[in-house]
């Protein structure tokens, strides 16, 4: 199975018991991502967000590009004795956050990717390794780029915090069929579970402007 990241908003009294409660974050998240696994929301809407495998690659293009909020990982170490995955749950608090949405609303996707390619990953051992074999291996991360940052504008709008959390899906996996972010279509796919979006390719014409204009 994969490693995956994921995202859980939390209102400041939910962060504040997260501290002191081991293991109420993870069960908080869980609880909010199973009652989202059966609604269509957008990305705005949602509590739980995933970034599925791309958190590495993200990790990696954000570092590159110095960014001073360690978005992917988490700062601040979660109380949790019985945390599964990789490592304890970590927290954003609000101010972090602010600053991650300030940071990413002046890095548009192009300049995110720009000057690398799938093989400088692939040589990186950026995770997961079968990704850069495939030529829309950046369009794929960029799409999840653009997804995290409204999740994370989002967040700070509300003067949220976010847990964050690496581990294995909490379902077992599929693999939904990729469709392009500037496409429209008169329905709407189904949300996969836990906050899973499906995969989706930047397309720079939509998507930019859907940037401009705070979409």
């Known amino acids: 199975m994969s490693i995956v990241g ?9 962060s ?28 705005a809407d949602r509590r739980c967000h995933e970034v599925g495998t791309a958190w590495h690659a993200l990790a990696f293009l954000l570092d590159r590009r110095g960014l001073p909020v360690d978005l992917l990982h988490g700062e601040a170490e979660v109380p949790d004795t019985a945390a599964p995955g990789y490592g304890p749950p970590r927290l954003l608090v609000p101010e972090r956050v602010r600053l991650a949405a300030d940071s990413l609303a002046e890095l548009p996707p192009h300049v995110l990717t720009e000057g690398v390619t799938a093989d400088d990953l692939a040589q990186a051992h950026v995770y997961p390794a079968g ?5 829309d291996a950046l369009e794929v991360v960029a799409g999840h780029y653009l997804e995290l940052a409204a999740f994370v504008r ?3 709008r509300y003067r949220h915090a976010l847990l964050v959390r690496l581990g294995r899906p909490p379902c077992p996996e599929s693999t939904p069929p990729a469709r392009g ?5 008169g329905q ?9 979006s499906p995969e989706r ?10 940037i401009q204009v705070g979409i």
């Open 6 to 14: 994921r995202y859980t908003r939390l209102t400041p009294a939910q």
């Open 16 to 43: 504040d018991r997260a501290m002191r409660e081991p293991g109420w974050a993870r069960e908080l998240a869980e609880e909010l991502a199973e009652a989202e696994s059966e609604r269509q929301l957008s990305v």
């Open 131 to 135: 990704l850069w074999q495939r030529g």
């Open 154 to 156: 989002t967040a700070a």
């Open 181 to 185: 972010f500037g496409r429209r279509t």
């Open 188 to 196: 709407q796919a189904r949300q996969p579970p836990h906050g899973r």
């Open 201 to 210: 390719r930047f397309d720079a014409s939509s998507d930019l402007a859907a």
